[in-house]
């Protein structure tokens, strides 16, 4: 796998914002909701964001841009605010490369730990980070849907799991 990782600049804008589509493509896949908006203007304020506890990096591979990897250093804890991999090249190392430049650089920033938010649903993500060693849980969120759209989004598709013990819907 000849692969480079590098800073993002500016020149990188409208692929990763691509990047970004295949990203919401994805969470559309897995809520079933063809209704979750793109956010380009949102990952265009990351992508653009200034700050020396924001780090922006690509990966590059014959030329062309496969991944995007997002960190903010928040003293002792470096999260992984986005990482995605394009779609044709998933399951390659391609990943697992960005995620070994997270450890170095937040080892590099004095940082303790490194974590990363997913969307329950997002199993596949899970496994991911699970492999590349983030296998401690933290924070858990929790929802009561309170609007007929809240039950669509929560209840619809009847996914349940148990967690911890508890059966919870996802
Ligand atoms: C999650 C994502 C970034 C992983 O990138 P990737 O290049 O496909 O992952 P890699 O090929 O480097 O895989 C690294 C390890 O994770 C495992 N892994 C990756 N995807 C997996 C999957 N779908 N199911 C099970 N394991 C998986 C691999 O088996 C590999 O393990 P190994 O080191 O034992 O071989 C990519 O699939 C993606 O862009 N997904 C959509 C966007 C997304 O969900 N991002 C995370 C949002 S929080």
Same mark, same amino acid.
């Given at each position: 796998?000849?692969?480079?990782?590098?800073?993002?600049?500016?020149?990188?804008?409208?692929?990763?914002?691509?990047?970004?589509?295949?990203?919401?493509?994805?969470?559309?896949?897995?809520?079933?909701?063809?209704? =979750?908006?793109? /956010?380009?203007? $949102?990952?265009?304020? *990351?992508?653009?964001? &200034?700050?020396?506890?924001?780090? @922006? #990096?690509?990966?590059?591979?014959?030329?062309?841009?496969?991944?995007?990897?997002?960190?903010?250093?928040?003293?002792?804890?470096?999260?992984?605010?986005?990482?995605?991999?394009?779609?044709?090249?998933?399951?390659?190392?391609?990943?697992?490369?960005?995620?070994?430049?997270?450890?170095?650089?937040? =080892?590099?920033? /004095?940082?303790? $730990?490194?974590?990363? *938010?997913?969307?329950? &649903?997002?199993?596949?993500?899970? @496994? #991911?980070?699970?492999?590349?060693?983030?296998?401690?849980?933290?924070?858990?969120?929790?929802?009561?849907?309170?609007?007929?759209?809240?039950?669509?989004?929560?209840?619809?598709?009847?996914?349940?799991?148990?967690?911890?013990?508890?059966?919870?819907?996802?």
């Amino acid at each position: 796998l000849s692969l480079t990782i590098r800073e993002f600049n500016e020149e990188d804008l409208a692929d990763c914002i691509h990047l970004g589509r295949e990203m919401v493509d994805h969470h559309r896949a897995i809520y079933e909701d063809e209704n =979750i908006p793109y /956010g380009d203007e $949102e990952l265009k304020e *990351k992508l653009l964001r &200034r700050d020396e506890n924001w780090l @922006k #990096f690509v990966a590059v591979e014959n030329n062309s841009i496969v991944g995007l990897l997002i960190l903010e250093i928040r003293k002792a804890t470096c999260e992984v605010d986005y990482i995605v991999v394009a779609k044709g090249k998933r399951g390659r190392g391609v990943g697992k490369t960005l995620m070994n430049k997270a450890k170095e650089i937040a =080892i590099k920033k /004095g940082c303790r $730990e490194i974590m990363a *938010k997913v969307a329950a &649903r997002n199993v596949e993500a899970i @496994k #991911f980070y699970n492999k590349n060693g983030l296998n401690c849980l933290g924070m858990i969120e929790v929802f009561t849907p309170l609007s007929r759209e809240g039950e669509e989004q929560w209840y619809k598709r009847g996914k349940k799991t148990v967690f911890l013990g508890f059966e919870c819907y996802y």
